[in-house]
């Protein structure tokens, strides 16, 4: 590896730099030559601290157009996920149990914080779960964003990026049993969700998920997989 304490020290000036907001989500980076002569380092040593702020999910590359700062995201945690899954050392019902009381609370506060948009928002997912001619990705990507949404709807952004990469990683599972049992069932439950949300009650919007979830780690823990209202 080249130099290490020089890639540490380049690490840590840009990445200083993005937590502080001197450098915003989509700022372009100075070029590999710029940083170098900036810093007194050699290229080579650029080059390794742009891939250790792009692993740590600071920075993304393109080709034929730089280096640009990332807006925060859960990707470098949904790595490790699958990284653990592949080794062995984690099984998706684990995940489901941590969804269950984090999910559990993000129902209730969604109920107390929850704007017109997001009910919208929530509604239009459910009429694709209802939609005899709806695609089976649409679906999916519709149980999805009704979750994400009322992630949003607490106003805490935290919540997101907690939940994110454990949905991206049961996207697979999602699209199995849709395919398998269809939407019927997790539409239901998402209604009971949703009307808890609307009514602004906060204990039956709580409820209404855990009831939800508790399907879903029961499947996952007994087949492996997600469970048959979806997830």
Do not use: C
Not at 70 to 82: F, H, L
Not at 102 to 120: M, S, V
Not at 124 to 153: G, I, K, N, P
Not at 171 to 190: D, K, P
């Amino acid at each position: 590896m080249p130099g290490a304490d020089n890639v540490s020290k380049v690490v840590a000036h840009f990445e200083e730099q993005i937590l502080s907001g001197a450098l915003a989500p989509g700022d372009l980076l100075p070029s590999e030559r710029a940083i170098a002569d900036e810093m007194e380092v050699g290229r080579n040593v650029v080059r390794e601290a742009i891939s250790r702020l792009a692993s740590l999910g600071l920075v993304r590359t393109m080709h034929g157009s730089g280096t640009r700062v990332e807006a925060p995201s859960g990707r470098p945690i949904t790595q490790t996920y699958e990284r653990l899954l592949r080794q062995g050392g984690l099984e998706l019902s684990h995940l489901a149990q941590v969804r269950l009381p984090l999910e559990t609370a993000i129902a209730g506060l969604a109920a107390l914080h929850r704007g017109e948009e997001h009910l919208q928002q929530m509604e239009a997912t459910q009429a694709v779960l209802a939609s005899e001619r709806a695609s089976l990705e649409s679906q999916v990507e519709a149980d999805h964003e009704f979750h994400a949404t009322l992630a949003e709807a607490t106003g805490n952004p935290l919540f997101n990026l907690m939940l994110s990469p454990m949905q991206e990683l049961l996207i697979e599972s999602r699209r199995r049993t849709l395919g398998r049992h269809g939407a019927r069932l997790a539409y239901e439950h998402h209604a009971a969700i949703l009307d808890a949300v609307r009514a602004g009650d906060e204990a039956a919007a709580a409820e209404a998920m855990r009831r939800h979830l508790e399907v879903n780690v029961w499947h996952l823990s007994q087949e492996g997989e997600t469970a048959s209202g979806g997830a």
